[in-house]
């Protein structure tokens, strides 16, 4: 049984010079920030996502969706736009190039993005709860069997008054028929987020010198890009032969390249830098070299929240990757790591149709008897240091020998939250043992 010390990672990102009252500031700081972007975004979707409401019959569904849009929004950490708003307030220009509205707005219209892959996420896993409600598509279904429900009761009561034999709604709509309209709603909704994710960033750079409007554009253009190329390839990744764990592992860093990273703080970051005056090419150099590690070590604690519960709570059930037989770089350090016939039996769960709990269950011991969560902690600490020495070579590209300066330690102290493996609970191992 595997042994671990959690005062062995006392905080994975350390930074000098942060004193208790500036740690407290700075936390004050993201408090206030993240409020203003929970109460700006649910404003965003509405407006864009349905301006022109319409008044035909068929117009309240179009407004329940919307209505989920915003409900699917609630209840992120807004890591992205905290992380793009960081970034901007680098002491980069003598004046600002946009307005903090406008800033707000470019770090919404990311989260906005990611919800809408979210949807698309559920839909493709058959996950029916997401942050601990229904998924889009399973509220969405709820959404189009009342919609049908409403419209043919009112046919019936104009139009067979006095028909007895007149059909009632519940025998229109099956459950499957529900399940698919809810589907089909859910498809477009996530279409729907991503078009209005770009719409809110060009409302945000409507007052951005030209040049700087579309070196923006084209960020986020490319990063949709990224997400949807990284998606296609997790897909192939799912029949991966699991005997070949270091062409799982490479497979995984891609799609962790790709489709975490880049949304998550690599398009943030560059984002942030050219909104402070960074020059592209810079911006891109520091985005990179920081975002893709950090990026990689987000996906990896993510990943290890499918074994380990964290305080806060993630929203994440437990086993729920392995229930999806989720191809993870988890996944192949366990197998690396367990004895043959343990390996055998591992892989024989995941190559199985489905896995029930039982199944999970034996998955999950046998996930934490390898060696595959030292190996993640592991991981992660080497990406963190590169993600340490990245910053050191921007602090040194600003020329600033104070790094107590409140900009940078809000920037270092938002790209602290997203690798903290402090929040896991490790000794849920022995407990789990001992079930």
């Not at 025998?171 to 028929?177: A, E, K």
């Not at 591992?346 to 709990?357: F, I, K, T, V």
Request: aromatic residues 4%.
């Amino acid at each position: 049984m595997v042994s671990m010390q959690s005062s062995a990672h006392t905080h994975p990102l350390q930074f000098n010079g942060s004193s208790t009252r500036e740690l407290l500031e700075e936390n004050l700081t993201l408090s206030q920030l993240r409020k203003s972007i929970e109460d700006r975004l649910p404003q965003l979707l509405r407006s864009f996502s349905y301006p022109d409401a319409d008044s035909v019959t068929s117009a309240p569904l179009m407004r329940a969706t919307v209505e989920q849009a915003v409900t699917s929004d609630q209840g992120g950490k807004r890591l992205r736009a905290l992380l793009l708003i960081a970034a901007s307030r680098l002491p980069l220009s003598s004046h600002a190039l946009l307005p903090f509205a406008c800033v707000r707005d470019l770090a919404c219209s990311i989260e906005i993005f990611q919800t809408g892959a979210l949807v698309h996420d559920d839909i493709m896993d058959a996950s029916s709860v997401r942050r601990g409600r229904p998924a889009a598509h399973v509220a969405l279904a709820s959404a189009y069997q009342a919609f049908a429900s409403h419209s043919h009761q009112k046919s019936r009561t104009w139009e067979h008054k006095d028909d007895a034999d007149s059909p009632h709604s519940s025998d229109l709509m099956t459950p499957t028929d529900a399940a698919q309209g809810g589907q089909g709603l859910a498809i477009m909704l996530g279409d729907l987020l991503a078009t209005v994710s770009l719409l809110c960033a060009q409302n945000a750079c409507s007052t951005a010198p030209d040049a700087l409007s579309s070196r923006i554009m084209t960020v986020l253009l490319k990063m949709q890009r990224e997400v949807e190329i990284g998606q296609v390839l997790d897909e192939a990744n799912s029949v991966t032969p699991l005997q070949h764990t270091s062409e799982l592992v490479d497979n995984c860093i891609t799609i962790y390249t790709r489709k975490t990273a880049s949304y998550t703080c690599v398009a943030p970051l560059m984002v942030g830098f050219l909104a402070a005056g960074m020059e592209s090419s810079q911006a891109e150099k520091y985005a990179t070299s920081i975002g893709i590690p950090l990026g990689i070590a987000f996906q990896l604690c993510d990943d290890l929240s499918d074994l380990l519960p964290s305080q806060p709570p993630t929203g994440k059930p437990l086993g729920g990757d392995i229930r999806d037989g989720k191809r993870t770089i988890l996944l192949a350090d366990a197998l690396s790591s367990l004895s043959p016939s343990d390996r055998e039996e591992l892989a024989h769960l995941y190559e199985q149709a489905s896995r029930n709990p039982h199944d999970v269950h034996r998955a999950q011991k046998l996930f934490l008897s390898s060696t595959a969560v030292q190996h993640s902690f592991a991981r992660i600490d080497e990406l963190v240091s590169r993600v340490n020495t990245a910053v050191s070579h921007l602090g040194e590209q600003l020329s600033m020998t104070d790094q107590d300066n409140a900009s940078v330690q809000l920037l270092k102290r938002v790209i602290s939250l997203f690798s903290d493996v402090t929040k896991f609970n490790t000794c849920h191992v022995q407990q789990f043992d001992r079930q």
